[in-house]
């Protein structure tokens, strides 16, 4: 990967070296070593039950390596989990929104709890609503929104915090593939418009084709099978992204097929 100067002056945002997890005995992470470099994207893409979840975790801290080191932002995410807040957020399959607050309620909710003012907290949901096309839809509650919509709002939330680093886990996975398609070029121009740190995982091809600088293709147990990079022209070349789908289905091996056809 050749090197933005941004790159070059920050250390690795992201950092998994030679780390192990096991649950019950069954290894479920098997000596991963990654580096997500300042503004990259990066991707991990494996089946159900590879341990991508798992891997998400050690990085937001929730979980603990049983060797091996893992650093966000210089620091160990398990020991200064008060420290990280606000630098690392996280938006998950489903959307996880308080159903008794509106969209920007909910949007809004991170940055009270950093402390910010109310005026301030509600202009920078708004404008964050705006960035994901739900201006109009500020005031809805969740239950009056598709779920493409809810989704946006999981993603303004996470966004509005002004995050170092954003972890995706399947955040497109339980779309149909027109509106996950949408939300996935929206979030990529606005990832590289604020040039945010992002480790997505998910098992869709898809994603990582269509969101990621560089993806990792892991095994079960997570281990990685396969990496390549890809600009943001090379995304765009219907053939090469063929060839790259045909490339990671390979190493993913397998019956399942990774994507779904809905
Ligand atoms: N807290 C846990 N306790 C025991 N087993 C777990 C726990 N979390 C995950 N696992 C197991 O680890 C494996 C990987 O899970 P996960 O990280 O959720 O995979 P993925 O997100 O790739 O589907 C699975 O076999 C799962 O059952
Ligand atoms: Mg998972």
């Known amino acids: 990967m050749i090197k933005s100067a941004a790159q070059a002056a920050h250390p690795p945002s992201v950092r998994l070296h030679q780390v192990y997890k096991a649950f019950g005995g069954k290894t479920v992470v098997d000596d991963l070593s990654i580096d997500v470099a300042h503004g990259e994207i990066v991707a991990l893409l494996g089946r159900t039950g590879a341990g991508k979840s798992t891997v998400l975790n050690l990085v937001l801290g ?28 996280v ?18 909710l991170g940055l009270l709890i950093l402390g910010r003012s109310k005026e301030e907290a509600r202009a920078t949901a708004l404008s964050w609503l705006e960035r994901v096309k739900l201006g ?27 995050p170092e680093i954003v972890l995706l886990d399947e955040s497109f996975s339980q779309l149909d593939h027109v509106t996950s398609r949408a939300l996935r070029a929206d979030f990529h121009r606005i990832a590289r418009e604020f040039s945010k740190t992002c480790l997505l995982v998910t098992h869709r091809i898809e994603d ?7 993806v990792l293709v892991l095994g079960a147990p997570a281990r990685i099978q396969l990496e390549l990079t890809l600009t943001d022209g090379q995304r765009r070349d219907e053939q090469l992204r063929a060839r790259l789908h045909d490339e990671i289905a390979a190493a993913l091996g397998g019956e399942e097929h990774p994507t779904d056809p809905g």
């Open 91 to 108: 938006s998950f399959q489903t959307d996880r929104l308080l159903p008794w607050r509106t969209a920007v309620e909910n949007v809004e």
């Open 62 to 89: 929730t979980l603990t390596p049983d060797s091996g080191t893992v650093r966000v932002a210089g620091l160990d995410p398990n020991a200064n989990f008060l420290g990280l807040r606000g630098k690392l957020a």
């Open 136 to 162: 109009d839809a500020a005031d809805k509650y969740a239950h009056e929104l598709s779920g493409g919509m809810r989704q946006r709002v999981s993603l303004a939330r996470a966004l509005a915090v002004d």
């Open 208 to 214: 990582a084709l269509d969101m990621a600088d560089r």
